[in-house]
């Protein structure tokens, strides 16, 4: 019963998208809230884990810092720029290469902290 009625609430949505003039505009209104609501929960999230790792964030070294730092720069930028570097073919490969990177130094840094 209960994924009928999802099942409905989402028919009446598409038919408000589909059938009302302006639906697009309004779907295009929720998606950007979603958007944003989905990106204020990833901040919300990363500062709750800064909170959590604080003592830890501390005691690395200014170089393994650093890159911490800038490899969550290089992400939150490569989510920035997602729509117009997914536009060309050498965009893709510069997102999936930067992410990489950004991840790999992430990885390097969680290693060489734990190692210690």
């Not at 639906?23 to 609501?37: K, S, V, Y």
């Not at 884990?49 to 005691?59: E, G, K, S």
Request: glycine share 12%; aromatic share 6%; no cysteine.
């Amino acid at each position: 019963m209960r994924a009928a009625r999802n099942i409905a609430i989402i028919a009446l949505l598409a038919l408000v998208v589909a059938a009302v003039p302006g639906g697009g505009n309004l779907a295009d209104g929720i998606l950007a809230a979603l958007t944003i609501a989905f990106l204020v929960i990833i901040g919300v999230m990363g500062f709750i884990l800064y909170r959590q790792n604080r003592v830890a964030y501390m005691t690395l070294d200014d170089r393994q810092r650093m890159i911490l730092i800038g490899a969550i720069g290089a992400i939150v930028l490569m989510i920035a720029g997602t729509d117009e570097l997914l536009d060309t073919g050498a965009g893709v490969i510069v997102w999936i290469a930067i992410l990489g990177l950004a991840v790999f130094g992430i990885a390097r840094v969680v290693a060489d902290s734990r190692s210690l």
